[in-house]
């Protein structure tokens, strides 16, 4: 009996343990609950959209894998799996369809919504006045409006809010490499989602008001065919402009110093012509792993604990990592950007990566801080985009300094966000399967590993600029933290390092052809 027992909670176990681990609590201020449950994925917490209303104090109703939160006459639906959500208010005679950035998530029949998208149509839909802290894991209801009080206008203009700002230019403007839109406000644009839908690019602005004469000051050139703008609520407006042919994706950022919000459509480079499948197949096959030592020569990088130098370590894994690729993954050429204690200028480590035409581009670093024997310890994953913290902004800015040991470091353009759009539009191809590898790298790199994961992150490295193929910038721990830099030191710690490495790139290499087969 007992071991049936056991059995029986197993069972159990196996079946919500891992659910359940997943699952955390964010804190809550000014709701009718003190926290909120959440589960993280790729980087989005998600909340029980049921939990969400109850905490909002708002009414809502399930069925059939949808479910309608309510304030007053007001009306949002979300639906299980899927992008879209339905608007809907007595006051306004039809259903409007507006579409999240990311799916909601069924788990245990129960519907999770993207916290960080969905409370902004939350609060503009439902006049709720509340905000989110992804990094602090804080939802804040400020309760001061009330359905009673609430009538929705969806012709008037409201100036009165303190986080309103004006939105006076949009400017559409033809480039050599596509269509350039400019969004011109007098305040920074902080909440903004982009997405392309048959033909149509949809940006959808909160928090903004909009003046009725904008619509007609807008000039389509280049790739948009045509603009129009519908006004959702008071403060929140969507831009709809469809696209000619030709286009093939959209970045964006915000020009941190005019405020403006830049969206980038760019050209499709590619000619219709006839294709040699045989040959494209050839020409696509994963035989060339590039791998960069980071620093070397008379650049050591960071100095660690004990004197350690992270250009040694950095090598030490190459070459490991080559030599597994070598032995165990036979038709897969390694190319070194160095094989000895050699300086290399960060341009040709690219222009060695782009010459050999490689498949995948791996630099191998070490991280530090100021201060020796620090507590702050665990290897991070970088992709090529512009830095998103302080922190990422800090580690871009340490790595890129090896330019101050080269001849001619005016070589280099400052990677300011402006830039970045022209660079992360030559890279838009092969981010996908950078994000795939460093998700790969990042997971592979867990197991039984002493040295915890800091995550996957963004920021510029001048490195990556240069190679012209998917790649990451992989930062093995903090030499500045003694648990780090001895495991980093050993050749154990290395051996063990470099295997993760290659299992990552097995796992990668599986992925990447069963892609290209399905697209040739």
């Not at 690729?325 to 050699?342: A, F, H, L, N, S």
Request: proline fraction near 2%; aromatic fraction near 10%.
């Amino acid at each position: 009996m007992r071991f049936t027992s056991v059995i029986i909670y197993i069972l159990i176990f196996l079946s919500t343990g891992i659910f359940a681990q997943n699952l955390q609590k964010m804190s809550v201020s000014g709701g009718k609950y003190s926290n909120l449950t959440y589960i993280t994925k790729k980087s989005n917490d998600f909340v029980p959209a049921e939990d969400l209303a109850k905490i909002l104090g708002k009414a809502c109703t399930k069925d059939n894998h949808q479910i309608e939160i309510r304030s007053g006459s007001a009306k949002i639906k979300f639906t299980a799996q899927n992008q879209f959500l339905l608007f809907s208010s007595n006051n306004y005679q039809k259903t409007e369809v507006y579409q999240l950035p990311i799916s909601t998530l069924l788990i245990k029949n129960r519907i999770y919504v993207p916290v960080q998208y969905s409370i902004h149509y939350l609060k503009d839909f439902l006049n709720i006045d509340l905000s989110y802290d992804k990094y602090t894991k804080r939802l804040t209801i400020n309760n001061n409006s009330s359905e009673a009080d609430y009538v929705e206008d969806l012709s008037g203009y409201n100036t009165e809010r303190i986080d309103s700002f004006d939105l006076f230019g949009v400017e559409i403007e033809k480039k050599f490499n596509g269509t350039q839109i400019t969004f011109k406000s007098n305040k920074k644009i902080h909440q903004h989602t982009k997405s392309i839908i048959n033909n149509k690019l949809i940006v959808t602005i909160s928090g903004v008001t909009i003046y009725p004469e904008l619509a007609k000051e807008i000039v389509s050139t280049g790739l948009v065919r045509k603009t129009e703008i519908k006004k959702i609520t008071n403060l929140t407006s969507q831009f709809e402009f469809t696209l000619k042919r030709g286009f093939t994706n959209a970045d964006s950022f915000i020009d941190q110093e005019t405020n403006d919000l830049i969206i980038s459509v760019q050209n499709s480079t590619l000619k219709h012509k006839e294709i040699n499948y045989e040959k494209e197949s050839e020409r696509w096959l994963f035989d060339v792993v590039v791998i960069d030592a980071g620093h070397g020569g008379r650049d050591p990088g960071a100095i660690g604990v004990g004197g350690l130098r992270e250009k040694d370590v950095n090598l030490g894994i190459t070459l490991k990592l080559g030599k597994l690729i070598e032995q165990k993954m036979p038709g897969v050429k390694v190319v070194y950007t160095r094989k000895t204690d050699k300086f290399i200028e960060l341009f040709k480590r690219g222009k060695i990566a782009n010459e050999n035409n490689g498949k995948l581009f791996i630099s191998i670093h070490c991280n530090s801080l100021p201060k020796k024997k620090s507590s702050v310890r665990g290897y991070e994953t970088y992709l090529l985009r512009p830095g998103r913290t302080a922190e990422a902004i800090r580690i871009a800015e340490t790595e890129n300094k090896v330019i101050e040991y080269e001849e001619n470091p005016d070589l280099y353009q400052k990677l300011t966000d402006e830039n970045f759009i022209l660079v992360s539009m030559a890279h838009s191809a092969n981010m996908r399967y950078s994000e795939k590898f460093s998700d790969i790298l990042n997971q592979e790199m867990r197991k039984n590993n002493p040295i915890p994961s800091r995550g996957v992150k963004q920021a510029g490295f001048y490195v990556l600029v240069g190679a012209s193929m998917p790649g990451v910038l992989f930062e093995a721990g903090y030499l500045t933290n003694r648990s780090d830099a001895k495991y980093l030191k050993s050749q154990r710690g290395q051996n063990e390092i470099a295997r993760r490495m290659f299992n990552s790139i097995k796992t990668y290499k599986k992925y990447y052809e069963n892609v290209m087969k399905q697209e040739l």
